[in-house]
C-alpha cells in the first residue's frame, strides 16, 4: 500500500516506505501499511442461486464479483453490506450470518492494496434488482452455471460456498 508514497501527506516532506511502515522525519507522521476493510455479501435466493455482479470499472473490469464494497470511516461492516448492496444493485437485504473473512489483492503492481472482505450470507428484503452505481449487470447463478472461478473477481468467498454446497 505504501509502496509508491514518496512524500509525507500531512507535511509534504520526503519519505522513504520500508518494511510495512512510512515514517516522516520532519513531522513524525507515521503510517502503516494494513488491509483495507470490505464488506460484502452471499444472496442466495429460494432456488440455491447466488448473486453476482459484474464490475464496470478497474482493477477487475468486467468479471463479476458477489456486491459489496469499502466501509466508510465510521461504518459498522453490517451497515456497510447494507449500503452498498442497495447502492449497487437496487435491493434491501438483510444479513443472515457471518460467512467468513478472505483476504485478497485489490488490483495488481506497485501500490496494491489487501482487502480484508468481510462475508456474510442475506437474504434479500425488498428493493428493485437494477445495476448501478459501479456495478454494469446483475445476475444469478445457480451453482453449476457459475462463470469459471478465474473470471470471478475475489472468487475465495465462492470457492468455499461451493465446497459448502456439495457437502
Do not use: K
Not at 464496470?56 to 469499502?70: I, K
Not at 503492481?109 to 480484508?116: D, E, L, M, Q
Amino acid at each position: 500500500m505504501l509502496d509508491e508514497w514518496r512524500h509525507c501527506p500531512r507535511c509534504g516532506a520526503e519519505v522513504r516506505p520500508a518494511d510495512g511502515r512510512a515514517e516522516c522525519a520532519a513531522c513524525g507522521y507515521v503510517a502503516y501499511a494494513g488491509p483495507v476493510p470490505a464488506a460484502c455479501a452471499l444472496c442466495v435466493d429460494d432456488a440455491g442461486r447466488v448473486l453476482l455482479t459484474r464490475r464496470a470499472w478497474e482493477p477487475y473490469a468486467g468479471t463479476w464479483d458477489l456486491p459489496g464494497g469499502f466501509l466508510d470511516e465510521d461504518e459498522h461492516p453490517l451497515d456497510c453490506v447494507r449500503r452498498e448492496l442497495a447502492e449497487e444493485t437496487g435491493l434491501e437485504v438483510e444479513p443472515t450470518e457471518w460467512f467468513g473473512a478472505f483476504m485478497v489483492p485489490y488490483g495488481a503492481g506497485p501500490g496494491t492494496r489487501t482487502v480484508v472482505n468481510l462475508v456474510w450470507r442475506a437474504r434479500v428484503v425488498g428493493g428493485v434488482e437494477q445495476a448501478a452505481d459501479d456495478v454494469s449487470e446483475l445476475r444469478w447463478f445457480a451453482p453449476g452455471e457459475l462463470p469459471p472461478l478465474d473470471e470471478i473477481a475475489m472468487a475465495e468467498p465462492l470457492r468455499v460456498w461451493l465446497e459448502q454446497e456439495r457437502v
